[in-house]
């Protein structure tokens, strides 16, 4: 069983950054593929970005060169820096861990 928890959000203006956390217990992440997903009002789920076990990483195509996953396995974290960010970031973040474990989530609000 791994418990996630994210931090980080928050209310940014258009072009601004934010690095979002994502802080496991429980078991060590390093066995896990994670990723970061968000969802706004109305609209469903969908993926930002996963790194593997590995540290492969993959992001969805309208996040691509402005956001980077990244892992931390000895701080048993998983990191989202978002660069650039543009109103329709706006959303709440959701961690995941081995497409089976789920944070609360993390709000992100980009607006002027």
């Known amino acids: 069983q791994v418990q996630l928890v994210e931090s980080g959000g928050g209310l940014v203006q258009p072009g601004g950054s934010l690095r979002l956390s994502c802080a496991a217990s429980g078991s060590s992440i390093s066995i896990y593929g994670m990723a970061w997903y968000r969802q706004a009002p109305g609209s469903q789920r969908e993926l930002v970005a996963s790194?593997?076990?590995?540290?492969?990483?993959q992001y969805a195509d309208s996040v691509k060169g402005r956001f980077t996953i990244s892992r931390d396995n000895a701080k048993n974290t998983v990191y989202l820096q978002m660069n650039s960010l543009k109103p329709e970031d706006t959303a709440a973040y959701y961690c995941c861990a081995a497409s089976m474990y789920w944070g609360q989530g993390t709000q992100v609000t980009v607006s002027s």
């Open positions: 790194i593997s076990r590995f540290s492969r990483t």
